[in-house]
Structures are given as C-alpha cells and as structure tokens.
C-alpha cells in the first residue's frame, strides 16, 4: 500500500514502449503524423490570418502614423531652417549696409573737417601774411628812419673828425658827400 511517487496504488506510468524501449516522441510517430500535418495547416492559416487582418493593419497604422509625424518633423525642420537661413541673409544684408552707411558717414565727416581745417589753415595764413606785411613794413619804415640817421650821425662824426684831426671846420656839403659816397659802396 505504498504509493509510489505520488500515484496512486495500481496506476503506473507507461512511459515505456512494450518490450522495455521507450515510446517515440509524438511529433515523429508515423501513426499521428498526417494529423499533425493538417493540424499545423489549420494552425498555419489561422496565425496567418489573425495576422494579415489584425496584427498588420495596427502595425501599418502605426508606422504609417510613425512615418507622417517624422515628416511633419522634417518639413518643421526645413521650414525652420529656410528662415534661419532667410534672417541670416538679412542681418548680413543690414549688417553690410550699415557698414557702407558708417564708411559714408565716415567719409563725409573726414571731409568736412578737412574742409574746415583747409578754411582754417586759410584764414590763418591770411592773417600771418597780413602781420608778415605789417611787420615788414615797420622794418622799412624803421630801416629808412635808422638809415636816415646814420647819415647824419656820419656826417657830424666825420665833420668832428674833421675838425679834431686838421683843427679846420669842413664844409658840411663836401662832407655831405664824402659820407653818402661811402654808405653807396
């Protein structure tokens, strides 16, 4: 009245075939093997179509719908790059004309202060010229006025001369001349 492994008294397990062999796995006997066959058949066509009718259109829609979003993607992306691209061209369009528009401005400014200092450098030579001439007239004036005296002076300093050497009084116009005779050489 012992069990053997959990089975009951009288049950045994026939795992082997008759004669003590073991029976052949199922798949490979040749008694259910056309079964089998139409079986998997059966089994094949079922899969087949619980796939082809369920499986694959969610799949589709879902690569479809993966497949739409990248591109939408792809367009935003495009769309964004285009404007970047379009605001690029016109920061480097305004930033060209702002340069061109500093150089003018600087040109014009070069040239009206250049203009002012030509004006100015003018005037100023105006005026020097001016005092040039003031001045050089004082000088002929006070040249004339010294020259006008040295004669004099020389012709009594001579007539002195005259008189302490030979003791005479000359006459005041042969020292005159004598004097002017010796300022023209």
């Known amino acids: 009245m012992a069990e053997s492994h959990g089975q009951p008294k009288g ?32 089994a094949f066509v079922a899969l087949y179509l619980i796939v082809s009718k369920i499986a694959l259109p969610r799949v589709g829609a879902v690569i479809d719908q993966r497949q739409g979003t ?11 790059k285009d404007e970047s691209d379009s605001a690029l061209k ?25 203009a002012a200092s030509e004006a100015e450098r003018k005037t100023l030579e105006e005026k020097l010229s001016q005092k040039l001439a003031e001045a050089e007239k004082t000088i002929a004036s006070t040249r004339e006025a010294a020259m006008s005296n040295v004669r004099g002076i020389a012709t009594d300093a001579a007539a002195a001369i005259v ?23």
């Open 90 to 114: 016109a920061y480097e369009s305004e930033l060209a004309a702002a340069r061109s528009r500093a150089q003018a401005i600087g040109a014009e400014t070069r040239e009206k202060l250049n």
């Open 163 to 185: 008189q302490r050497l030979a003791g005479v009084t000359p006459d005041s116009a042969s020292v005159g001349q004598a004097v002017d005779a010796s300022l023209k050489g």
């Open 70 to 80: 990248i591109d939408g993607d792809l367009a935003a992306a495009q769309k964004l």
């Open 11 to 42: 049950a045994t397990a026939h795992t082997e075939a008759d004669g003590g062999h073991k029976a052949p796995f199922p798949p490979f006997q040749k008694d259910t093997f056309a079964s089998q066959l139409v079986s998997l058949a059966i």
